[in-house]
């Protein structure tokens, strides 16, 4: 069934708790995507800076560099997928998103979970020394030697400090992920003009609390950003095809269902 590895279910419109974004504030959307994002960020900002400086030794480098390519492709996979299910939970708690049609929903998350992933890895990545929490400490590029795809880490690393340049709060992050998620320009849509109208309130939303910090200039860049998150999602499925050719047992067999469901 699709949509299944999500748990999502079809809209009802019989149920009572489902109220429209329409006819809640703005401060209530706002402050609503505010808490789906922080009960669903998987790491909370405390957390993070506690294990800041916990980098991968020398040794544990050298394991992850000798590790075959399916291997390490699996362990990424994995690590990826929970991730993502963690977008699945915050895309849920988004106001109006469980109202969409199941296909929509689906759609969205197929084209914009990677994308929030790529978001939400900012928040840990220190720009210090360019290393991202991976697998249980502070991770460099060469530790993905293995992948093969050292365009594809570049360009993700390059995405994270550009992003940490920003020196966006947790709030920003949260509704900057929303508006990524509820994009109406997204392909196999089936009611556009719902996904429009949930998404006229995100943005509403976005520029509420950009104009209460006094940092309205940073709307401009957050839809620049968009458009890296594009070309660097188009990257990883190009890579995910040459992967599958190469391995297509691995794939099949080792990857988890939800990573298969929403990239394969
Ligand atoms: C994103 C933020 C999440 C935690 C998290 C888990 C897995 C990380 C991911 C973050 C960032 C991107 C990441 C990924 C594992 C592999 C992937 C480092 C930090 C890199 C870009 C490799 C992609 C390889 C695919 C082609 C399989 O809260």
């Given at each position: 069934m699709p949509g299944g590895e999500m748990g999502l279910r079809p809209y009802d419109p019989?149920?009572?708790?489902?109220?429209?974004?329409?006819?809640?504030h703005i401060e209530e959307l706002c402050a609503s995507i505010v808490r789906s994002h922080r009960e669903t960020c998987q790491f909370r900002p405390e957390e993070l800076q506690a294990l800041k400086w916990k980098v991968f030794t020398r040794e544990e480098v050298h394991a992850y560099q000798s590790k075959t390519v399916d291997e390490m492709w699996q362990l990424c996979a994995v690590r990826l997928t929970d991730a993502v299910q963690y977008v699945v939970e915050f895309a849920k708690r988004i106001p109006g998103f469980r109202q969409l049609c199941q296909n929509d929903q689906i759609a969205l998350l197929k084209s914009g979970s990677m994308e929030v992933v790529l978001v939400r890895m900012s928040r840990i990545f220190n720009t210090e020394n360019s290393t991202v929490f991976f697998d249980g400490k502070f991770a460099g590029?060469?530790?993905?030697?293995?992948?093969?795809?050292a365009d594809l880490i570049a360009a993700v690393f390059d995405f994270a400090h550009s992003m940490c340049a920003l020196r966006l709060s947790e709030q920003q992050v949260a509704l900057f992920s929303a508006l990524v998620l509820i994009?109406?320009?997204?392909?196999?849509?089936?009611e556009r003009g719902r996904v429009q109208r949930v998404r006229k309130d995100v943005e509403l939303a976005l520029s509420h609390i950009l104009h209460r910090d006094n940092q309205q200039s940073l709307q401009s860049k957050l839809y620049e950003k968009m458009a890296d998150l594009r070309s660097l999602c188009a990257l990883h499925m190009e890579k995910l095809r040459w992967f599958r050719q190469l391995y297509p047992l691995t794939m099949h067999s080792l990857f988890p269902p939800l990573y298969k469901e929403l990239f394969g």
């Open positions: 019989e149920d009572p708790f489902c109220s429209y974004p329409t006819s809640l590029t060469e530790v993905f030697k293995s992948l093969i795809c994009n109406a320009d997204r392909p196999c849509l089936e």
